[in-house]
């Protein structure tokens, strides 16, 4: 094998690393959004509930 062919075989293996590297970036890119947009639903939801605990405890009370 000579050095340029041992150079370009190189190359194309670092290439091919910084592929499927950039692929998982990609990924977990993904997951961290759809792990945001979880968490910001369950603040919301997690909001509501507290909301509607307060209204009925506030209509529950009796009032002499």
Not at 14 to 19: C, F, K, P
Not at 33 to 56: C, F, I, M, W
């Amino acid at each position: 094998m000579t050095d340029h062919d041992k150079d370009h075989s190189e190359a194309e293996t670092i290439l091919m690393a910084l592929d499927q590297i950039s692929q998982t970036i990609d990924v977990m890119t993904s997951v961290v959004g759809r792990l945001r947009n979880y968490v910001q639903q369950q603040e919301v939801t997690t909001a509501d509930k507290s909301k509607e605990l307060a209204a009925e405890m506030q209509s529950d009370r009796i009032l002499h």
